[in-house]
């Protein structure tokens, strides 16, 4: 057997650095939008089910997840009575939140190794399962369990180098997909597959009466605590993964 290695702590913050970067520049090179469309057709997918999971958590039934070409989405669900102005308030945090709360969880298992493939294949079931129940949408018909499939692919054949960049590499890329969605949180309505209506803090504010933009305040301080608080664990030196070399 080969001897085994510790993945240190700056080989990790090496992996962020380099998710990060592809993120970031991958949309400025020729061809960079046809390369990063999976996961940005993901990250609504995230977005989406942030709103779909809420409102069921709250009572409602989760309808229909849609998602578009251009990557825009609609999470549509319907409460059997009039839902309160909290409810209404938490289904439209949930949405902005969602990314957030995956990439965190994903950071997380980033943490130990023993967690990188079961998480990969969790997030995979997931997926499909939302894709036979609530898309509704070509889009998320073709694009979604491809990405499944490649998760699945990854957690059974990928080396653990493999396995574990892919678990933070999704995980930032839910993260920064915050930063994408920046003009949409601080807006009060907007245009979605040619219909108006309200942003998500425009749901908000209109539940809770606070301006649209001290919500959209609030939810990236609340984002940018849980995943740093998630990087914070993943990369603390003692929670170092271990890797066999290959």
């Not at 990236?220 to 849980?226: C, D, P, Q």
């Amino acid at each position: 057997m080969e001897p085994v290695i510790r993945g240190s702590q700056e080989e990790k913050v090496g992996h962020l650095l380099i998710a990060g970067l592809l993120i970031t520049f991958l949309p400025q090179i020729p061809l960079g939008n046809y390369l990063i469309y999976p996961f940005t057709i993901l990250t609504t997918w995230f977005h989406e089910m942030g709103h779909g999971l809420t409102a069921m958590a709250l009572g409602a039934d989760f309808q229909s997840l849609e998602i578009y070409s251009n990557g825009s989405g609609v999470a549509q669900s319907q409460f059997d009575s009039t839902p309160s102005a909290v409810a209404n308030a938490l289904v439209g945090a949930g949405g902005p939140l969602g990314p957030s709360i995956f990439g965190s969880l994903l950071i997380l298992a980033s943490a130990k190794l023993q967690y990188v493939r079961p998480t990969l294949i969790a997030l995979a079931a997931l997926i499909g399962i939302s894709t036979v129940i609530w898309v509704s949408t070509m889009t998320g018909f073709v694009v979604l369990p491809l990405v499944a499939l490649a998760l699945v692919g990854v957690a059974m054949k990928a080396s653990d180098r493999i396995a574990l960049f892919t678990a933070q590499f999704l995980g930032v890329v839910a993260a920064l997909s915050m930063f994408q969605d920046w003009n949409y949180l601080f807006s009060y309505s907007g245009v979605v597959a040619g219909r108006p209506m309200l942003s998500d803090t425009g749901a908000m504010s209109d539940a809770l009466w606070l301006p649209y933009w001290v919500w959209a305040i609030i939810i990236i301080a609340a984002s940018g605590l849980m995943i740093g608080a998630s990087l914070k664990y993943a990369l603390a030196e003692e929670h170092s993964n271990r890797f066999i070399r290959r």
